[in-house]
């Protein structure tokens, strides 16, 4: 995999893809060679301008993919090693969960949903200071980057379909076993 990082999501205020920027630009500061693949539509709201300003000044490390479906995200997703997600305090994080899927090892904020995701206190950050410093840690260390790959993809499971249609499935026949409903009918 590509030592670089992807972010997926909506391109909104509320995602903080300059607070990323910031971030990776420090790591990058600190000598790793390492580069950005924003996945999602920017659009042409006054937020949406500045990202793509700043994707353009940064263009020899950042690419502003736009909107990315089936094979061309999964491409993206796949052969990537890392991931990058800023938006605090997000309920659930379906793109962690993605960039899990995919193999990538994901560095969250340490709030809300996506720390329950990637479960790995290493990868949860507190603020820009304390994200540049554990993406360091991270990035200097094969050996950590292959335990913490191999931690996530044992929770990638919690994420698939087949989980999802079982535990459907599950919740359906509980109810469906509840003797009031044998007898509605």
């Not at 206190?121 to 990035?139: E, G, H, R, S, T």
């Not at 379909?161 to 109810?175: A, I, K, L, Q, S």
Request: positive net charge; hydrophobic residues 40%.
């Amino acid at each position: 995999k590509e030592p670089g990082f992807v972010c997926i999501g909506r391109i909104e205020h509320e995602k903080r893809v300059e607070t990323m920027l910031d971030i990776l630009a420090r790591v990058r500061a600190l000598g790793h060679d390492i580069h950005l693949h924003v996945i999602g539509p920017i659009s042409n709201t006054p937020y949406g301008r500045m990202i793509g300003r700043m994707c353009a000044e940064h263009s020899q490390w950042v690419f502003a993919e736009g909107r990315q479906a089936g094979q061309a995200k999964a491409r993206l997703l796949t052969s990537h090693r890392f991931g990058i997600h800023a938006r605090d305090r997000e309920a659930f994080g379906i793109s962690v969960a993605e960039m899990v899927k995919a193999g990538c090892i994901p560095f969250v904020p340490d709030a809300g949903g996506p720390p329950e995701i990637v479960g790995q206190p290493a990868l949860c950050y507190a603020n820009v200071d304390d994200a540049v410093a554990k993406i360091d840690a991270v990035l200097r260390d094969d050996a950590r980057q292959r335990r913490l790959a191999g931690a996530l993809a044992a929770q990638a499971g919690r994420f698939s379909t087949r989980r999802f249609m079982d535990e459907f499935r599950r919740v359906v026949e509980t109810f469906a076993s509840w003797p009031s409903m044998q007898h509605s009918y």
